[in-house]
């Protein structure tokens, strides 16, 4: 095997671990011991590939989002009306839940941890969240809404209130909740 695809390998297996166990555990909580024994390499070869845990750390985000934002294009991009497309965004929220926000969503869990502005997840995060509300901002103004911005807004807070809810097992069926109000919010923008 090729020294460069050795090195892919390793990388991609240290972010793999990395994001698991600070999803799952937080950032704090995790060292850059139990990174490197989980992911078979040593302290040295972590460093070296990411300089940094805070590094490490933003890497391990920007994956995630990278695999949120395709996860919602993948949904998003059918067929449909654009109002309904608007809609599909929560499907997508709904489908990803189980399998990748079970604990919430990783990026507020993470800011939650990193008061620092400086550190470079954070950066990140605020990429995240400015994304998904320029998606759902551009799905307003094809669906025709009369303010997409606003109507943007509204469904953005719909969504990360349907994460919360949902992640901590309050209202059952929360994503489904929220689409049922933004199903009005978009009739009423776009009517």
């Known amino acids: 095997m090729k020294r460069s695809a050795l090195t892919h390998l390793v990388t991609e297996r240290v972010l793999g671990v990395a994001g698991r166990l600070f999803y799952e555990n937080g950032i704090h909580s995790v060292g850059v011991d139990l990174i490197a024994g989980e992911a078979g390499v040593t302290k040295k070869t972590l460093y070296a590939r990411f300089g940094s845990k805070d590094a490490l750390v933003a890497q391990c985000l920007k994956r995630r989002d990278e695999r949120w934002r395709e996860h919602v294009r993948r949904t998003v991009e059918r067929r449909v009306p ?12 709904d489908t990803w839940m189980p399998a990748e926000n079970y604990r919430g969503c990783g990026f507020v869990n993470a800011h939650a941890e990193l008061p620092d502005d400086a550190h470079p997840g954070r950066q990140v995060i605020g990429e995240d969240k400015i994304w998904l509300l320029g998606c759902l901002r551009s799905l307003a103004e094809q669906a025709g809404a009369q303010e997409p911005r606003k109507l943007a807004y509204s469904l953005l807070i719909l969504l990360e209130g349907a994460t919360v809810s949902s992640s901590l097992g309050v209202v059952p069926g929360a994503v489904g909740h929220a689409k049922s109000v933004a199903k009005l919010l978009i009739e009423d923008a776009c009517g």
């Open 82 to 93: 654009a109002t309904r497309r608007l809609l599909l965004v929560f499907d997508a929220l």
